[in-house]
């Protein structure tokens, strides 16, 4: 989990704040410092670690301005179906569940919805056990992407 330095809009510029990085924005392709923001990895989540005080003009966030920040990545919660190697330590593919129940609460975390498609987790504790409306055996984790070179 090494640092990362990208910008971020002024308000959300907060030691110890978290945000998810969903995806480059269509509107920055003509930016000159866009390559800053989009450094970070689709889908991870990360929390701010530093502030640098040197505002930068933006033309989606805060009035027209951002900040330099580092970023460490931080290990997220995942919901998955738990069978016997889903264990602390243990290197898992997560795959979504493709659930159609739309009511259930943790759909969006099931169907990893603002993640990238079947990707790898390294599971770094199990959590509580979660009330599925489908009957499946699931629980919450908490866990690392693995970084695999194709």
């Known amino acids: 989990m090494t640092g990362k330095i990208t910008l971020i809009g002024l308000d959300q510029a907060v030691v110890g704040g978290t945000f998810?990085?969903?995806?480059?924005?269509?509107?920055?392709?003509?930016?000159?410092?866009?390559?800053?923001?989009?450094?970070?990895?689709q889908g991870k989540t990360y929390r701010i670690t530093e502030v640098r005080m040197k505002e930068q003009p933006c033309m989606v966030f805060n009035h027209g301005k951002v900040t330099a920040v580092s970023v460490e990545e931080i290990p997220e919660d995942f919901i998955m179906q738990y069978d016997r190697r889903v264990q602390e330590g243990s290197i898992t593919n997560l795959k979504s569940m493709k659930c159609d129940h739309i009511t259930c609460q943790f759909i969006e975390k099931?169907?990893?919805?603002?993640?990238?498609?079947?990707?790898?987790?390294?599971?770094?504790?199990?959590?509580?056990?979660?009330?599925?409306?489908?009957?499946?055996?699931?629980?919450?984790?908490?866990?690392?992407?693995?970084?695999?070179?194709?």
């Open 110 to 150: 099931c169907n990893l919805i603002h993640h990238r498609t079947d990707f790898r987790i390294k599971i770094s504790s199990i959590g509580q056990k979660v009330e599925c409306p489908k009957g499946y055996n699931m629980r919450r984790v908490k866990a690392s992407y693995v970084n695999e070179r194709r």
């Open 20 to 41: 998810r990085y969903v995806t480059p924005l269509q509107t920055c392709s003509e930016c000159k410092i866009k390559n800053v923001c989009f450094n970070l990895e």
